[in-house]
């Protein structure tokens, strides 16, 4: 079936440093892709998408492009701060079913 | 106001009571899911609504029921709760856009079963 994987975290990052969340996805097809975030004591909420190959979904000053042959689809920034501490979640929705699959979560924290 | 609501937001429980979560939403969407979240397993699907006849198992339903009494509301029981079921729920709704299909979350229930 329709999986993602993320990078393990914690990630620990000082401010202003660059960022990346590696995400791979498997599916049949090409699914929609999206990046969500959770702040902390908070739901999650949608950060970035891309529908089809070579998309890029940027948003707050994150970005991540579809990349169909490596069935992947990083996230990226170029400097960090503090109040991007948070958990990203990368997640396809998956057309068996139509539902979202997510990864299992990356946790960010940003030290000033 | 909070387009997507649930209620409680944090319960304290025994094993073996029957508990539910309510879910509201005031988007006017279709499809309704609810969620649990256990650390480092990501969020997996409990149950889904697409709409007020429609409901559907996901993957981890055992122990779980739901009821969709009308479009904006879809609640989660648990008939007997277990140590196990400890975790943080979320309800999410989503309408159909294209082919996008974003989600829209609560801001979660903290459950813990003791």
């Known amino acids: 079936g329709d999986s993602v994987t993320q990078m393990e975290g914690p990630v620990t990052l000082s401010e202003e440093a660059f960022l990346t969340i590696n995400c791979t996805y498997t599916a049949t097809g090409y699914p929609s892709l999206f990046w969500y975030v959770q702040y902390p004591g908070e739901g999650l909420q949608l950060l970035l998408k891309a529908t089809k190959a070579d998309d890029k979904g940027s948003n707050k000053g994150f970005e991540a492009t579809y990349r169909k042959e490596t069935t992947s689809f990083h996230l990226e920034k170029g400097s960090v701060q503090v109040s991007d501490s948070a958990v990203y979640f990368c997640a396809l929705f998956s057309n068996q079913g139509g539902k979202l699959i997510f990864g299992q979560g990356t946790e960010l924290s940003v030290k000033p | 106001d909070a387009d997507v609501t649930q209620t409680p937001r944090n319960r304290i429980t025994k094993t073996g009571k029957r508990i539910m979560l309510e879910c509201s939403q005031t988007?006017?969407?279709?499809?309704m899911y609810w969620y649990r979240q256990d650390p480092g397993l990501g969020l997996r699907l409990i149950y889904y609504s697409f709409d007020v006849k429609d409901i559907n198992k996901g993957e981890i339903s055992d122990g779980y029921s739901v009821s969709r009494q009308a479009q904006a509301k879809f609640s989660l029981s648990l008939e007997s709760a277990i140590p196990n079921q400890t975790a943080l729920y979320f309800c999410a709704t989503s309408d159909y856009r294209g082919s996008l299909y974003e989600q829209f979350f609560g801001p979660g229930t903290r459950l813990t079963v003791l």
């Open positions: 988007k006017g969407h279709d499809r």
